[in-house]
């Protein structure tokens, strides 16, 4: 089991850990704890840096294989061996642009949830930019205009970002977590955890996110399309 630090604090660049296992053919690496964010919910894993006693090595995607998250990591640095000392530091940069990116995902759906009362059915982001399908038949006239207001509006008035640890008994009976089907985790998912665009959109949810809205940026619709009935793309772009 690695211990996920990102899941209660995004803003951790860096930790110290102990490498669990090492696959030296598929040049993978387990840690006892990570900084890095193993891919998933639509957003893509960070890249960075294991340094070991044998010196630095590029990690280039963070995977979850058979229960195992391993660090997929390049070909031309020292793999580090079992029990050895690390220091696993993400790329800050890339990774607060993913965060600012997540954000202005859930911004998008709770305003379109405000404005039109549909929901999202699927997403993936990289960093600046992300794609989210919703439940329109046709998109709305003036959509664009609408939502672009409506999220950079959010942005401007700077609303805090929580994060908390449902028991699942509690998350279940939560109105605003029921609107984003909550009721579809496993059961064997006991605590659930949540972001919460405080008065604005609540979902459960693995990703990382800026702590508040006014970090996000600039929020563009770069363009919509059809993927068939009851579906319509949303894709977005963020400047600073
Ligand atoms: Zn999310």
Redo the contacts with the bound molecule.
């Keep these: 089991m690695t211990e996920l630090l990102y899941l209660e604090d995004a803003y951790q660049r860096e930790c110290q850990a102990t490498v669990s296992q090492v696959d030296s053919d598929g040049r993978r690496v387990a840690l006892d704890k990570t900084v890095f964010y193993v891919q998933g919910?639509?957003?893509p894993a960070d890249h960075g840096t294991i340094t070991s006693p044998a010196g630095p090595v590029v990690v280039t995607g963070v995977k979850r294989d058979s229960g195992v998250v391993w660090h997929s990591c390049a070909e031309d640095g020292p793999l580090p061996t079992t029990g050895d000392q690390v220091t696993a530091t993400i790329d800050w940069d890339r990774r607060h642009q993913l965060m600012r990116t997540?954000t202005a995902?859930?911004l998008l759906c709770g305003v379109i949830w405000n404005e039109y009362g549909k929901a999202v059915t699927g997403g993936n982001m990289e960093p600046l930019s992300g794609r989210m399908d919703f439940e329109f038949d046709p998109l709305p006239e003036g959509f664009k205009d609408t939502i672009e207001a409506a999220v950079n509006a959010e942005i401007t008035s700077a609303r805090p970002i929580e994060v908390s640890f449902l028991d699942r008994s509690i998350a279940v009976a939560d109105a605003d977590l029921i609107r984003t089907k909550v009721n579809l985790i496993p059961e064997s998912v006991t605590t659930i955890r949540v972001?919460d665009i405080v008065g604005l959109d609540k979902?459960a949810?693995g990703?990382t996110h800026v702590e508040n809205t006014a970090d996000v940026g600039t929020f563009t619709i770069t363009k919509t399309e059809s993927k068939g009935k009851g579906n319509k793309r949303v894709r977005i772009a963020l400047s600073d």
């Design positions: 919910g639509g957003q997540h995902m859930h972001i979902q949810d990703g």
